[in-house]
């Protein structure tokens, strides 16, 4: 808990006499070493996890359950593939993320590049309107919306987990930041050669934004991957049940034993998630305090 | 408003809505959804909290009688004080972890700090149900680690999901695995703003880094923690996933020892389909949740000033 702005322990014009130095490597390593204590505490539950999903089932009713796996094996995996709702549910995660995605990163990079570029009346005004609305506790439409859903006939469908989103404030929010350095003169050249409003957004702006419009998808599809209370209130069949759901039915079904599978495929729905993190950590950790900060 | 210059230095009006329409319908499918999906239905849930809305039809109309039924219920208080016991056991801690391993994360002196930021945040881009099903497995009776532990060292296992003294202490432990990581991003952004030099003033008149951390980070840090404390208030409030996995399904447990008012809000809208009143705990949840925000923001604002 310090805050330390002195430069490098080497920088020779920094270079002070030899006690405070020797005081500085012991607070280091003492910082390394909580840092990574720390860390590991952090990693447990992960470790746990994949431990757990590589454990067969003869250790799991062995008394005590050895810490420490004997034989790994990938028997839950091969179980987990056979059973046909688990494939199910991971084809309908990925069917409604590309349905989510899609559409919020067309209709919310069309509002963000308008409010960003496009000059209109009202236009600040109605921008605050957007921001606004993110303050408007989210809880409180939930029985309603349940309501009008099922007057729609919409229960069942993936349609109340896709249209509602569709145009959200945040999404329009960070495409405003990111289209706002478009220059106008490439516009205005669009313009001049009678590229109409909606082509200029189409040929000119989408092709210059993509590195925010791939942000967009992340986030995007991390919520809707990762999603759990709405598939929960809106879908009924276990065939269009979505992986979040069907780990927590399966965790349910008390009567049978099957934390393995339950393991497992936690460890399957965490592979893809981890992978967009890896690759793309940067974007994702602006976005988280893009809200925050002005 | 009406003259924004542009780039090339000619400033020009705004064209009226009839002669340029583009701008209004590239932006209208977010009024439209706003209207049918966020602002209606926020309207038309206060209507739904004053009539006998059991399933898909309404019933009578019986005025603030939810309400009523609200405040005498033993469960709905049973809720709050598990809901601020949860808030107690999470959010200060939280907030005061999250800052300290920004600081540390942001401190030239520590070596692999990109390392140990991905650490710290990885559980956060984890599923909110696979937080709960992992903790729960953690700490299951039979087959849990930390008995297993307990075990090899011959002593007793714990019922730690269903004894009333452990299960909201499981879930605070889940609740800080979670989310510090979050809240050290959002600290590691705002610790970016303080200028280096008041940190250098201070060294000069001989403050060292506890009282730096305490004299400096913290005063600047206000308006970033304010911010945590708000949105970490909201979410307590709402809380619902992790308990759910944790102990299987919307009841809260054993004797409803975890049952917080997201759950109870849940369990009373979907679960017996009183819509009526289930709409009613929303309102009173989200002017509790407004309350404390307003409160929050005050108490802030003069600690900034």
């Given at each position: 808990m310090a805050q330390f702005v002195q430069p490098a322990l080497n920088s020779p014009a920094h270079r002070r006499p030899l006690m405070p130095r020797v005081k500085r490597l012991a607070t280091r390593t003492l910082l390394t070493i909580s840092l990574i204590v720390i860390g590991l505490a952090f990693l447990l539950p992960f470790y746990w996890m994949v431990v757990s999903s590589l454990r067969p089932i003869s250790e799991w009713y062995?008394?005590?359950?050895?810490?420490?796996?004997q034989s790994p094996t990938l028997e839950n995996y091969i179980l987990l593939f056979q059973r046909a709702d688990f494939g199910r549910g991971a084809l309908n995660t990925v069917f409604l993320c590309i349905l989510t995605v899609m559409t919020q990163v067309f209709f919310c990079s069309l509002a963000g590049y308008t409010f960003a570029k496009l000059n209109f009346k009202g236009r600040n005004g109605l921008f605050i309107f957007i921001l606004a609305t993110?303050?408007?506790?989210s809880g409180v439409g939930m029985i309603p919306n349940f309501i009008i859903m099922s007057r729609l006939h919409w229960v069942d469908t993936y349609l109340p987990l896709v249209v509602?989103?569709?145009?959200?404030a945040f999404g329009i929010f960070w495409m405003r930041q990111y289209c706002q350095s478009i220059p106008d003169e490439l516009l205005d050249a669009a313009r001049i050669d009678g590229c109409g409003e909606f082509g200029i957004f189409w040929r000119v702006v989408l092709p210059v934004i993509k590195p925010a419009l791939a942000s967009l998808a992340i986030f995007v599809f991390l919520a809707t991957w990762n999603d759990f209370l709405s598939p929960l209130v809106f879908l009924r069949s276990p065939d269009k049940f979505t992986i979040q759901l069907w780990l927590s039915v399966v965790s349910r079904q008390?009567?049978?034993?099957q934390p393995h599978l339950v393991m497992a495929g936690s460890v399957l729905s965490s592979i893809p998630i981890l992978i967009v993190f890896a690759t793309l950590q940067r974007y994702f950790m602006a976005g988280l305090t893009a809200g925050s900060l002005k | 408003m009406t003259a924004i210059p542009t780039t090339t230095g000619i400033t020009h009006r705004p064209k009226p809505w009839w002669r340029n329409p583009y701008p209004y319908i590239f932006i209208s499918p977010f009024y439209i959804l706003f209207v049918l999906f966020g602002l209606g239905p926020i309207i038309f849930s206060l209507v739904v909290s004053m009539y006998d809305w059991r399933g898909v039809r309404p019933g009578d109309f019986i005025f603030l009688e939810n309400y009523i039924t609200l405040f005498k219920e033993p469960n709905f208080y049973k809720s709050l004080a598990n809901t601020v016991y949860i808030w107690l056991g999470t959010v200060p801690v939280m907030i005061f972890l999250a800052l300290v391993f920004a600081v540390l994360l942001n401190?030239?002196?520590?070596?692999?700090r990109g390392a140990f930021r991905t650490v710290y945040f990885l559980p956060v881009v984890t599923s909110l149900i696979i937080t709960g099903l992992i903790f729960a497995s953690l700490f299951?009776?039979?087959?849990?680690l930390a008995n297993n532990i307990l075990t090899h060292f011959g002593l007793e296992p714990v019922q730690w999901l269903s004894d009333s003294r452990y299960m909201k202490l499981i879930l605070i432990l889940a609740i800080l695995w979670r989310w510090t990581g979050n809240d050290m991003v959002i600290m590691l952004a705002g610790l970016q703003s303080i200028p280096m030099e008041i940190y250098e003033a201070a060294r000069v008149d001989g403050a060292n880094e506890v009282q730096n951390f305490w004299h400096i980070t913290v005063p600047l840090m206000i308006p970033v923690i304010l911010f945590d404390l708000i949105i970490s208030t909201i979410g307590t409030f709402n809380l619902f996933e992790e308990p759910y996995a944790l102990f299987g399904g919307p009841g809260g447990g054993v004797r409803g020892a975890a049952l917080v008012t997201g759950l109870y809000l849940y369990s009373n809208a979907f679960v017996n389909a009183r819509f009526g009143f289930g709409s009613s705990i929303a309102w009173v949840l989200a002017a509790i949740i407004f309350a404390l925000s307003m409160i929050q923001l005050k108490v802030g604002s003069r600690k900034i000033q």
């Amino acid at each position: 808990m310090a805050q330390f702005v002195q430069p490098a322990l080497n920088s020779p014009a920094h270079r002070r006499p030899l006690m405070p130095r020797v005081k500085r490597l012991a607070t280091r390593t003492l910082l390394t070493i909580s840092l990574i204590v720390i860390g590991l505490a952090f990693l447990l539950p992960f470790y746990w996890m994949v431990v757990s999903s590589l454990r067969p089932i003869s250790e799991w009713y062995a008394r005590p359950m050895p810490l420490i796996l004997q034989s790994p094996t990938l028997e839950n995996y091969i179980l987990l593939f056979q059973r046909a709702d688990f494939g199910r549910g991971a084809l309908n995660t990925v069917f409604l993320c590309i349905l989510t995605v899609m559409t919020q990163v067309f209709f919310c990079s069309l509002a963000g590049y308008t409010f960003a570029k496009l000059n209109f009346k009202g236009r600040n005004g109605l921008f605050i309107f957007i921001l606004a609305t993110m303050m408007i506790p989210s809880g409180v439409g939930m029985i309603p919306n349940f309501i009008i859903m099922s007057r729609l006939h919409w229960v069942d469908t993936y349609l109340p987990l896709v249209v509602p989103g569709i145009a959200n404030a945040f999404g329009i929010f960070w495409m405003r930041q990111y289209c706002q350095s478009i220059p106008d003169e490439l516009l205005d050249a669009a313009r001049i050669d009678g590229c109409g409003e909606f082509g200029i957004f189409w040929r000119v702006v989408l092709p210059v934004i993509k590195p925010a419009l791939a942000s967009l998808a992340i986030f995007v599809f991390l919520a809707t991957w990762n999603d759990f209370l709405s598939p929960l209130v809106f879908l009924r069949s276990p065939d269009k049940f979505t992986i979040q759901l069907w780990l927590s039915v399966v965790s349910r079904q008390a009567n049978i034993f099957q934390p393995h599978l339950v393991m497992a495929g936690s460890v399957l729905s965490s592979i893809p998630i981890l992978i967009v993190f890896a690759t793309l950590q940067r974007y994702f950790m602006a976005g988280l305090t893009a809200g925050s900060l002005k | 408003m009406t003259a924004i210059p542009t780039t090339t230095g000619i400033t020009h009006r705004p064209k009226p809505w009839w002669r340029n329409p583009y701008p209004y319908i590239f932006i209208s499918p977010f009024y439209i959804l706003f209207v049918l999906f966020g602002l209606g239905p926020i309207i038309f849930s206060l209507v739904v909290s004053m009539y006998d809305w059991r399933g898909v039809r309404p019933g009578d109309f019986i005025f603030l009688e939810n309400y009523i039924t609200l405040f005498k219920e033993p469960n709905f208080y049973k809720s709050l004080a598990n809901t601020v016991y949860i808030w107690l056991g999470t959010v200060p801690v939280m907030i005061f972890l999250a800052l300290v391993f920004a600081v540390l994360l942001n401190s030239k002196l520590v070596r692999w700090r990109g390392a140990f930021r991905t650490v710290y945040f990885l559980p956060v881009v984890t599923s909110l149900i696979i937080t709960g099903l992992i903790f729960a497995s953690l700490f299951s009776t039979s087959y849990g680690l930390a008995n297993n532990i307990l075990t090899h060292f011959g002593l007793e296992p714990v019922q730690w999901l269903s004894d009333s003294r452990y299960m909201k202490l499981i879930l605070i432990l889940a609740i800080l695995w979670r989310w510090t990581g979050n809240d050290m991003v959002i600290m590691l952004a705002g610790l970016q703003s303080i200028p280096m030099e008041i940190y250098e003033a201070a060294r000069v008149d001989g403050a060292n880094e506890v009282q730096n951390f305490w004299h400096i980070t913290v005063p600047l840090m206000i308006p970033v923690i304010l911010f945590d404390l708000i949105i970490s208030t909201i979410g307590t409030f709402n809380l619902f996933e992790e308990p759910y996995a944790l102990f299987g399904g919307p009841g809260g447990g054993v004797r409803g020892a975890a049952l917080v008012t997201g759950l109870y809000l849940y369990s009373n809208a979907f679960v017996n389909a009183r819509f009526g009143f289930g709409s009613s705990i929303a309102w009173v949840l989200a002017a509790i949740i407004f309350a404390l925000s307003m409160i929050q923001l005050k108490v802030g604002s003069r600690k900034i000033q």
